[in-house]
């Protein structure tokens, strides 16, 4: 009897696959490679070292292509769990880096230069190995703080979107199965893409999911190639229900005419939406928008209209990132207000939801 035909992959027709040798060698390369057999596989020295990729602006008009038609394997050198405090206390190393999806805020492909895709680091038994050492070494958590009560929390998800990630590999799986085994240490991970294939990780309770949320209005020009906003609130009760803890990023805040009344509507529509076991233990972070020079140049050459919103001269000021390039944020008095608004917001249409940072 022929295999059944593969299931056709969300966002994905993957063409080309720019492979480390290690890394393609890897029991995790040879799955990825067995996901898309219909690729060609192009070996380079180094993931972050691709001439057709980093640096080339000719891949401006490619921008969204690119991420659905190349994935990069690699083998993570470097292993190291970075203090954090504000969402998390830690940040993980990266199990990935880059994002099929294309929000036109996103701050990881300023790195890489005019393209983005996902890079699977193939390692992921070295990642965990290296987790489980350092939840081991960092005993139990003294004290509560607004990352969490009782236990330490990592960010499994800084430069990539782990729910995006399950499509490819059992990266994020490997990661979720981990933690629910370590009492004393929590995941999290920020995604605006439901994949309820996570469903069946049975979590435990160890791993906490962030369904980064706008105001639709707002996501359907900025938030491109990811689930609609009404589909992402109505996953957390599921999410709950098979073990993880759900919370929400309200991210990021983008001010214009009229957001204040829209972020109003999208707190009214969780209000109404969420089942009370969600709203019983949800928290939020709030996140203003960030945005940066060279990537609103780069966003000119592929979606301008998104620049309309992102780029306000008026509104921003700018401020040198550690990595030397040029970021703009809302001045200081401007935000400071703002965040004002929108508690008030939070406190009239959605009490119930804790605020557990702002930025």
Same mark, same amino acid.
């Given at each position: 009897?022929?295999?059944?035909?593969?299931?056709?992959?969300?966002?994905? %027709?993957?063409?080309?696959? #720019?492979?480390?040798?290690? !890394?393609?060698?890897?029991?995790?390369?040879?799955?990825?490679?067995?996901?898309?057999?219909?690729?060609?596989?192009?070996?380079?020295?180094?993931? =972050?070292?691709?001439?057709?990729?980093?640096?080339?602006?000719?891949?401006?008009?490619?921008?969204?292509?690119?991420? +659905?038609?190349?994935?990069?394997?690699?083998?993570?050198?470097?292993?190291?769990?970075?203090?954090?405090?504000?969402?998390?206390?830690?940040?993980?190393? +990266?199990?990935?880096?880059?994002?099929?999806?294309?929000?036109?805020?996103?701050?990881?492909?300023?790195?890489?230069? #005019?393209?983005?895709?996902?890079?699977?680091?193939?390692?992921?038994?070295?990642?965990?190995?290296?987790?489980?050492? *350092?939840?081991?070494?960092?005993?139990?958590?003294?004290?509560?703080?607004?990352?969490?009560?009782?236990?330490?929390?990592?960010?499994?998800?800084?430069?990539?979107?782990?729910?995006?990630?399950?499509?490819?590999?059992?990266?994020?799986?490997?990661?979720?199965?981990?933690?629910? *085994?370590?009492?004393? !240490?929590?995941?999290?991970? /920020?995604?605006?893409?439901?994949?309820?294939?996570?469903?069946?990780?049975?979590?435990?309770?160890?791993?906490?999911?962030?369904?980064?949320?706008?105001?639709? /209005?707002?996501?359907?020009?900025?938030?491109?190639?990811?689930?609609?906003?009404?589909?992402?609130?109505?996953? /957390?009760?599921?999410?709950?229900?098979? @073990?993880?803890?759900?919370?929400?990023?309200?991210?990021?805040?983008?001010?214009?005419?009229? =957001?204040?009344?829209?972020? /109003?509507?999208?707190?009214?529509?969780?209000?109404?939406?969420?089942?009370?076991?969600?709203?019983?233990?949800? !928290?939020?972070?709030?996140?203003?928008?960030?945005?940066?020079?060279?990537?609103?140049?780069?966003?000119?050459?592929?979606?301008?209209?998104?620049? %309309?919103?992102?780029?306000?001269?008026?509104?921003?000021?700018?401020?040198?990132? @550690?990595?030397?390039? =040029?970021? &703009?944020?809302?001045?200081?008095?401007?935000?400071?207000?703002?965040?004002?608004?929108?508690?008030?917001?939070?406190?009239?249409?959605?009490?119930?939801?804790? &605020?557990? #940072?702002?930025?």
């Amino acid at each position: 009897m022929p295999p059944a035909p593969r299931r056709p992959l969300p966002l994905f %027709d993957v063409r080309e696959i #720019y492979a480390e040798p290690a !890394a393609a060698a890897s029991p995790r390369g040879r799955q990825v490679l067995e996901r898309f057999p219909g690729a060609r596989v192009v070996e380079v020295p180094s993931h =972050w070292r691709i001439p057709h990729l980093h640096g080339n602006a000719g891949n401006v008009e490619r921008w969204a292509r690119v991420k +659905s038609e190349v994935l990069v394997l690699g083998v993570k050198k470097s292993l190291a769990a970075r203090p954090n405090g504000r969402s998390a206390d830690w940040i993980a190393p +990266s199990s990935a880096n880059g994002c099929a999806l294309a929000c036109a805020y996103c701050y990881v492909p300023r790195r890489k230069g #005019y393209a983005n895709p996902i890079t699977v680091f193939t390692n992921i038994d070295r990642i965990v190995s290296y987790l489980a050492g *350092h939840v081991r070494r960092q005993g139990r958590k003294p004290a509560p703080n607004q990352c969490d009560p009782h236990a330490w929390v990592y960010d499994i998800g800084e430069n990539n979107d782990c729910a995006v990630d399950a499509l490819i590999c059992d990266n994020t799986a490997d990661l979720v199965r981990a933690f629910r *085994h370590w009492p004393t !240490a929590k995941a999290s991970f /920020a995604t605006k893409w439901v994949n309820r294939d996570l469903l069946a990780l049975d979590p435990r309770g160890r791993t906490r999911i962030r369904f980064s949320l706008m105001p639709p /209005a707002d996501a359907r020009l900025l938030d491109i190639r990811t689930t609609p906003v009404p589909d992402r609130i109505l996953a /957390a009760g599921d999410f709950l229900e098979a @073990g993880y803890e759900v919370h929400f990023n309200l991210s990021p805040v983008v001010l214009r005419d009229g =957001w204040q009344a829209d972020w /109003a509507e999208l707190l009214h529509r969780m209000d109404d939406m969420l089942p009370a076991s969600v709203k019983a233990q949800a !928290a939020a972070e709030i996140i203003m928008l960030t945005h940066n020079r060279d990537l609103h140049e780069v966003n000119l050459g592929w979606h301008p209209k998104a620049e %309309d919103l992102l780029w306000r001269p008026a509104l921003q000021e700018a401020k040198k990132s @550690g990595n030397g390039s =040029w970021n &703009v944020r809302y001045r200081a008095g401007g935000k400071a207000a703002a965040l004002d608004v929108l508690r008030t917001l939070i406190d009239r249409h959605a009490p119930w939801l804790r &605020v557990r #940072y702002a930025f």
